[in-house]
């Protein structure tokens, strides 16, 4: 069974929103994989999941450079 574990993100904000937009490192046991996704911005951790279960896949090279 391949169990994913949140490295760490990265987090921007919208103008005048308080919706925010993360990238998510995620290791699933056997790769380095990035999400992007958007969050509500009242609790990082819960934002984290949400993106690492339906976020889009990030380029990998780019995501490296912004989550190292």
């Known amino acids: ?3 994913k574990e949140i490295i760490s993100s990265y ?3 919208e103008m005048g929103s308080s ?3 993360g990238i ?3 290791n699933n ?3 380095i994989k990035y ?3 958007t969050g509500e911005g009242q609790n ?3 934002d984290e999941q949400r993106i690492m279960m339906y976020g889009a ?3 990998e090279n780019v995501g490296g450079l912004l989550i190292p």
């Open 29 to 31: 046991g056997q790769k």
């Open 35 to 37: 999400y992007i996704g």
């Open 11 to 13: 987090w921007f904000s």
């Open 1 to 3: 069974m391949n169990t």
């Open 57 to 59: 896949k990030f380029p």
């Open 24 to 26: 998510v490192k995620v």
């Open 19 to 21: 919706r925010t937009i």
């Open 44 to 46: 990082q951790q819960e």
